[in-house]
């Protein structure tokens, strides 16, 4: 395929989201419109944080509802999106010498497709999840992502979902403040600042940013799959921040497109 697809990370946020209609989902859905068309999707979710690099290798990978406390509407929802067997290939063999399983027994967790709902709501566009090796640092996750960065050329769009700023501790339960925290706030500006500038050397190495960062990211599952996104990224190439604002003062929606 002669045209490169972008590669995109989504700031998810609250899972209700795959319900709702707001500023976050309906982006989403003209995201669906704008893109150019993959073969497939390679998914690299929060919520897939285990300590091996797995691969989704089922025909039909199952909805997983990976959350409690929600109503029960949120768990009818099923996102039927077929597997993709040779793009899980692909991605093993992109990613050898390293060993990458192929897992019959995950599915497409809520980071996946409480988004693709509303981008690709047919589900009509297969889908390949990615694991999170928890046991891994930052900058391997960016290594992985520069090595899936050819998939880009065969049709492949690479979707991160997660959220810069992820600290649940501080979120304003029942408040919802308006403004963010300044702390993310800053943090968020510093990223964007760095991905303006191409400087993905100290995203890679976030924590040595400070206290903000600490805040923004005490925890790295929702930060990791941007790592993947940005080291998918092609010299020359722009970004762009198709969603923009933020959630409980401590969650940041942003989402970021390379390409």
Known sequence: MSHRLPAVFFGHGNPMNALERNAYTERWSALGTELPRPRAVLAISAHWYVPATLVTAAAHPRTIHDFGGFPRELYEVEYPAPGDAALAERVQELLAPLAVAGDTGWGLDHGTWSVLTHVYPAADVPVVQLSIDETQPPAFHYALGQ?????????IL??????????????????HPAQQFDWAT??????????????HAPLVDYEALGDDALLSVPTPEHYLPLLYVLGAQQQGERTSYPVEGGDGGSISMLSVRVG
């Open 147 to 155: 090595r899936l960065a050819p998939l880009r050329d065969e049709g």
């Open 186 to 199: 800053r943090f968020e500006q510093q990223a964007r600042a760095l991905m303006d500038a191409g400087e």
């Open 158 to 175: 690479i979707a991160g979902s997660g959220n810069i700023v992820h600290n649940l501790h501080a979120y304003a339960w029942g408040r």
